[in-house]
Nanobody
Framework: QVQLVESGGGLVQAGGSLRLSCTAS????????MAWYLQAPGKERELVDV???????YVAESLKGRFTISGDNAKNTLYLHMNPLKPEDAAMYYC??????WGQGTQVTVSS
């Protein structure tokens, strides 16, 4: 059974930082097949950050220089480092696994 558990979200002031974690089980985990998505209230889910098989990393334009993806294959865990945070970063954050597995997400709230 595939399970994805996102954690690390919470309430933080603008300018602060968070590290989100995503621990996977039931799959052959590789950070090069994982990605982070966010979904703000009333909006579509959108891609945040992904690390590709060729070693390159995609980061949404609005998040470059602030969000960084990393992971530990030995721990089956993906991370999203977020610094500095802005109020518009507030959303649910997810780390889906291929082909289409999703966890419950972790909520990030940023106060101004």
């Amino acid at each position: 059974q595939v399970q994805l558990v996102e954690s690390g979200g919470g309430l933080v002031q603008a300018g602060g930082s968070l590290r989100l974690s995503c621990t996977a089980s039931g799959i052959i985990f590789s950070i090069n097949t994982m990605a982070w998505y966010l979904q703000a209230p009333g909006k579509e889910r959108e891609l945040v950050d992904v690390s590709s098989m060729d070693g390159s990393t995609y980061v949404a334009e609005s998040l470059k220089g602030r969000f960084t993806i990393s992971g530990d294959n030995a721990k089956n865990t993906l991370y999203l480092h977020m610094n500095p945070l802005k109020p518009e970063d507030a959303a649910m954050y997810y780390c889906p696994a291929p082909p289409d597995y999703w966890g419950q997400g972790t909520q990030v709230t940023v106060s101004s």
